[in-house]
């Protein structure tokens, strides 16, 4: 079993930047990819950013240029940084990882974007 705890997330201005934090715990070793998605009242849950264990990376077209996923696999962390961020990226934004063929979501962590 995988543990996902998320942080950093919080009330920022538009046009502002935050980072958020994912830490991975229990059976961490074999994890195949980490990454994060995003929920909004009322949407379904999309992808944000997904990085796998060889480094390679897939965005979200409303994200790419803006939004920057990266990880450190000796601690099994994932962040992910948020720049230029907008009202439309208010969600709450969810920790994910794959081991074994088996798909593990973190609680959420709370984005809202508002002046």
């Known amino acids: 079993q995988v543990q996902l705890v998320e942080s950093g997330g919080g009330l920022v201005q538009p046009g502002g930047s935050l980072r958020l934090s994912c830490a991975a715990s229990g059976s961490i070793s074999r994890i195949n990819a980490m990454g994060w998605y995003r929920q909004a009242p009322g949407k379904q849950r999309e992808l944000v950013a997904i990085?796998?264990?060889?480094?390679?990376?897939n965005y979200a077209d409303s994200v790419k240029d803006k939004f920057t996923i990266s990880r450190d696999n000796a601690k099994m962390m994932v962040y992910l940084q948020m720049n230029s961020l907008k009202p439309e990226d208010t969600a709450v934004y969810f920790c994910?990882?794959?081991?074994?063929?088996?798909?593990?979501w973190g609680q959420g962590t709370q984005v809202t974007v508002s002046s």
């Open positions: 994910y990882a794959r081991r074994l063929d088996y798909n593990y």
């Open positions: 990085i796998t264990s060889g480094g390679s990376t």
